[in-house]
């Protein structure tokens, strides 16, 4: 076979596979070898002619095949990427591929990025976004630790339920690793150093999280020391209000006042045109005889002298309500210390407020009856009329009502007084200033004005035979209760006493109806200095009344039949305060005691026991008060089921000085007002 032969053979059998250049090339390279490794030396020595021809046609065989692999190798590298390059501009060509990739064109960066997040992901960034600004102004933080520091301090091992697993498997541990042949192994000491340096991790992480909670404790002291600054603030504000809104009401009643004199003015203008009208009188009226004569001499001389009932009619009494009631008081704290007021010289004998931050009328047994703005915390004038101290009184909206130890119960409208601190003058001058609205709380207490009052006195009640020492206003029904031993029920329209009670009479009644003890009267172990009042106090609801004598008896009253249906028998001493709702009567006694009765069963429902006699009480909705002979009032909190003092015993005590003894107490709303023997009155939030 030549040269052309072998040549065209080979490109016969690379022809069989034409997508494969290896599966030609590759058989036909090892055959060319194997038939040369093949050939044995003895048959090349034995025909060296004959060989010569082939090896000549072997090495032509291995160089056409080299050259054509290494053309085919030269072409493998280009044609790939030519064929792939037509792959494409294939596809390019392809109407859907270019409308994508012009779309693709046409969006942002930012578009493309945003399209390949899913909902989550988006809102996640969102929300962890930071402005360049907040990067820039990163506040310098105080804490040692860092996020992923507090973050591994926090992980779950270290909670209650991972200490006692950890706990327990570390004992379990303990028990089987201590045994005494793997103590001196290199296995236990590596394991005793991975415990320790386990625990000082656990201390590290302790250490920790006792750091992290000491800054938030900083961080809620920081918050509530903010907190408290805009409590202040408001409290202020509050109070700015409040004033405001007394000076607004004080000019509502300066305008109703004047709208009522210029309707009296009109109406007696209309009047005085009607009987002055021509043709209003004929000839004949002109005309007197005798008989007219002697009816007009009659009457002249009765006409003179006011009946009671036009007298009662002429000065009877108008109620002012307050449109609206502080609340300033209800956000102080308990036993805050609002004001501090000198009002006399002596003892404090009786005084009643009408609502927080209002009007305080207050007797004292220098003689003097003194009306008090208690938001201006200023006196507004004195009461003159009675010629003995006051004992009892109260404080009923605008009206008055004043018992006294000359016999008589009088009854004043405040809202009559002619200086108003908050501002209003109606009745004076505006050119009249007295200074008293530029007064420092500081100096010493300003007289009112003279005269300031005249107008308040409304009528005079006098039937009692000796001192008063109790009363209620409720209504148009007042009750009050002498030392004579009676009680006397009084009609404000007509001005006098409308029924007698005899309380010694009803205890004899009650005793022989009884056939008991039970009813009568009873000596009591226990009697004040000096004497206790006959009657202690008295309360009036329509047609019921309660009244504490000081044989102890607290007995209720029927006022329209006027007998005692029901003695509540339990105190040893007199009783000296009352009051009820309601279901419960509250009663206190210089028995040391305050009890707490059903009126639904006559029977005790709670008492309280102290250390001093009890010589006033009063509660609202959520506390009961009461002075026991002590430099503080006592607090009984109804809700929470606690007692607590508060006065001035408490605050002034840390500066060391002793104040007078409380006796008189007085509270609405948590708004406490008490008076003690020195003359002075304290104001509290309770």
Same mark, same amino acid.
């Given at each position: 076979?030549?040269?052309?032969d &072998?040549?065209?053979?080979?490109?016969?059998e690379?022809?069989v596979?034409e997508?494969?250049?290896?599966?030609v090339a590759t058989?036909?390279?090892p055959l060319?070898?194997?038939?040369?490794?093949?050939?044995?030396?003895?048959?090349?020595?034995?025909?060296?002619a004959?060989?010569?021809r082939?090896i000549?046609?072997?090495?032509?065989?291995v160089?056409?095949?080299?050259s054509?692999?290494?053309?085919?190798?030269g072409?493998?590298a280009g044609?790939?990427?030519?064929?792939?390059?037509?792959?494409?501009?294939?596809?390019?060509?392809?109407p859907?591929v270019?409308? @994508?990739?012009?779309?693709?064109?046409?969006?942002s960066?930012?578009?493309?990025?945003?399209?390949?997040?899913s909902?989550?992901?988006i809102?996640?960034?969102?929300?962890?976004?930071?402005?360049?600004d907040?990067?820039?102004?990163?506040?310098?933080?105080?804490?040692?630790?860092?996020?992923?520091?507090?973050?591994?301090?926090?992980?779950?091992e270290?909670?209650?339920?991972g200490?006692?697993h950890?706990r @327990?498997?570390?004992r379990g541990?303990?028990?089987?690793?201590e045994?005494?042949?793997t103590a %001196?192994?290199?296995q236990?000491?590596?394991?005793?150093?991975?415990?320790?340096?386990?625990l000082?991790?656990e201390?590290e992480?302790?250490?920790?999280r006792?750091?992290?909670?000491?800054?938030?404790?900083?961080?809620?002291? %920081?918050?509530?020391?903010?907190?408290?600054?805009?409590r202040?603030?408001?409290l202020?504000?509050?109070?700015? /209000?409040?004033?405001?809104?007394?000076?607004?009401?004080?000019?509502?009643?300066?305008?109703?006042?004047?709208?009522?004199?210029a309707?009296?003015?009109?109406?007696?203008?209309?009047s005085?045109a009607?009987a002055t009208?021509?043709g209003?009188?004929?000839?004949?009226?002109? &005309?007197?005889?005798?008989?007219?004569?002697?009816?007009?001499m009659?009457?002249?001389?009765?006409?003179?002298?006011?009946?009671?009932? %036009?007298?009662?009619?002429q000065?009877?009494?108008?109620t002012?309500?307050r449109?609206?009631?502080?609340?300033?008081? #209800?956000h102080?704290?308990?036993g805050?210390?609002?004001?501090?007021?000198?009002?006399h010289?002596?003892?404090?004998?009786?005084?009643?407020?009408d609502?927080?931050?209002g009007?305080?009328?207050?007797?004292?047994?220098?003689?003097t009856?003194?009306?008090?703005?208690? %938001?201006a915390?200023?006196c507004?004038?004195l009461?003159?009329?009675?010629t003995?101290?006051?004992?009892?009184?109260?404080?009923?909206d605008n009206?008055l009502?004043?018992?006294?130890?000359?016999?008589?119960v009088?009854?004043?409208? /405040?809202?009559?007084?002619?200086y108003?601190?908050?501002?209003?003058?109606?009745g004076r001058?505006?050119? #009249?200033?007295?200074?008293?609205?530029?007064?420092n709380?500081?100096?010493?207490?300003v007289d009112?004005?003279?005269?300031s009052m005249a107008?308040?006195p409304?009528?005079?009640?006098?039937?009692h035979?000796d001192?008063?020492?109790?009363?209620?206003?409720?209504?148009n029904?007042l009750?009050?209760g002498s030392?004579?031993?009676?009680?006397?029920?009084?009609? &404000?329209e007509k001005g006098?006493?409308?029924?007698?009670l005899?309380?010694?009479?009803a205890?004899?009644?009650?005793?022989?109806?009884?056939?008991?003890? #039970?009813?009568?009267?009873?000596?009591?172990?226990?009697?004040?200095?000096?004497?206790?009042d006959f009657?202690?106090?008295?309360?009036?609801?329509?047609?019921a009344?309660?009244?504490?004598?000081?044989?102890?008896?607290?007995?209720?009253?029927?006022?329209r039949?006027?007998?005692?249906? @029901?003695?509540?028998v339990?105190?040893?001493?007199p009783?000296t305060?009352?009051?009820?709702d309601?279901?419960?009567?509250?009663?206190g006694?210089?028995?040391r005691?305050?009890r707490?009765?059903?009126? @639904?069963?006559g029977?005790?429902?709670?008492a309280?026991?102290y250390?001093?006699?009890?010589?006033?009480?009063?509660?609202?909705?959520?506390?009961?008060?009461?002075?026991?002979c002590?430099?503080?009032?006592?607090?009984y909190d109804?809700?929470d089921?606690?007692?607590?003092?508060?006065g001035?015993?408490?605050?002034?005590?840390?500066?060391?000085?002793?104040?007078?003894?409380?006796?008189?107490?007085?509270?609405?709303?948590?708004y406490m007002?008490?008076?003690?023997?020195?003359?002075?009155?304290g104001?509290?939030?309770?």
């Amino acid at each position: 076979m030549d040269d052309s032969d &072998l040549h065209n053979a080979f490109h016969d059998e690379a022809a069989v596979g034409e997508n494969s250049i290896l599966s030609v090339a590759t058989p036909a390279y090892p055959l060319a070898f194997e038939s040369l490794l093949s050939a044995s030396p003895t048959s090349f020595a034995s025909s060296s002619a004959s060989s010569s021809r082939g090896i000549e046609a072997f090495t032509r065989k291995v160089t056409t095949t080299a050259s054509h692999l290494a053309g085919h190798g030269g072409d493998s590298a280009g044609n790939p990427y030519h064929n792939a390059m037509g792959q494409v501009h294939k596809q390019l060509s392809r109407p859907v591929v270019q409308r @994508r990739m012009f779309s693709m064109a046409r969006t942002s960066p930012t578009d493309l990025v945003r399209s390949k997040f899913s909902t989550a992901e988006i809102q996640s960034r969102a929300l962890s976004f930071l402005s360049d600004d907040m990067l820039q102004h990163i506040p310098e933080d105080e804490n040692a630790y860092s996020l992923f520091q507090g973050f591994q301090a926090t992980f779950p091992e270290l909670t209650e339920d991972g200490k006692r697993h950890r706990r @327990r498997a570390s004992r379990g541990r303990k028990m089987i690793e201590e045994s005494p042949g793997t103590a %001196n192994t290199p296995q236990h000491l590596h394991k005793l150093k991975k415990g320790r340096s386990t625990l000082m991790h656990e201390l590290e992480m302790l250490s920790i999280r006792k750091n992290m909670a000491s800054s938030e404790i900083r961080e809620v002291d %920081n918050k509530i020391a903010n907190l408290t600054g805009m409590r202040r603030i408001l409290l202020e504000r509050l109070a700015n /209000l409040e004033q405001d809104e007394a000076l607004l009401e004080h000019d509502i009643v300066d305008m109703e006042n004047r709208i009522d004199v210029a309707q009296e003015l009109v109406e007696e203008a209309e009047s005085i045109a009607a009987a002055t009208a021509p043709g209003a009188r004929s000839d004949e009226d002109d &005309l007197v005889t005798d008989q007219d004569i002697d009816e007009f001499m009659s009457k002249s001389v009765y006409e003179k002298i006011p009946s009671v009932s %036009n007298t009662s009619r002429q000065k009877r009494h108008k109620t002012n309500r307050r449109k609206s009631m502080p609340v300033l008081h #209800e956000h102080f704290n308990p036993g805050f210390g609002i004001r501090e007021i000198k009002a006399h010289a002596e003892q404090i004998a009786a005084l009643d407020f009408d609502v927080p931050f209002g009007t305080m009328v207050s007797a004292s047994l220098d003689d003097t009856v003194k009306v008090w703005d208690l %938001n201006a915390g200023r006196c507004i004038g004195l009461l003159e009329g009675h010629t003995a101290s006051v004992r009892a009184l109260q404080v009923e909206d605008n009206i008055l009502v004043t018992g006294s130890a000359d016999a008589t119960v009088r009854l004043w409208d /405040l809202s009559k007084a002619h200086y108003d601190p908050q501002g209003s003058r109606f009745g004076r001058d505006d050119e #009249e200033d007295d200074g008293m609205a530029f007064e420092n709380p500081d100096d010493q207490p300003v007289d009112p004005p003279e005269g300031s009052m005249a107008d308040c006195p409304l009528f005079v009640l006098q039937s009692h035979v000796d001192e008063i020492t109790a009363l209620h206003l409720r209504g148009n029904t007042l009750v009050s209760g002498s030392s004579d031993k009676t009680l006397r029920q009084w009609d &404000l329209e007509k001005g006098r006493c409308i029924q007698t009670l005899d309380v010694m009479w009803a205890a004899a009644q009650a005793s022989a109806s009884l056939g008991s003890g #039970e009813g009568t009267w009873r000596q009591t172990s226990r009697q004040a200095s000096g004497g206790a009042d006959f009657v202690g106090a008295l309360q009036v609801f329509e047609s019921a009344l309660a009244c504490g004598t000081a044989d102890g008896m607290v007995r209720l009253w029927d006022l329209r039949s006027g007998q005692v249906h @029901r003695s509540l028998v339990g105190h040893t001493g007199p009783v000296t305060c009352l009051q009820f709702d309601d279901v419960h009567i509250v009663t206190g006694s210089l028995d040391r005691s305050i009890r707490i009765w059903d009126l @639904r069963t006559g029977s005790i429902f709670d008492a309280y026991a102290y250390e001093n006699p009890i010589t006033s009480m009063m509660f609202d909705s959520r506390r009961i008060v009461s002075a026991a002979c002590e430099d503080v009032v006592k607090v009984y909190d109804k809700t929470d089921s606690r007692q607590w003092d508060c006065g001035a015993g408490i605050t002034e005590s840390e500066d060391g000085r002793t104040p007078a003894v409380v006796d008189h107490v007085r509270i609405r709303d948590g708004y406490m007002v008490e008076g003690r023997r020195d003359g002075l009155i304290g104001v509290w939030a309770c």
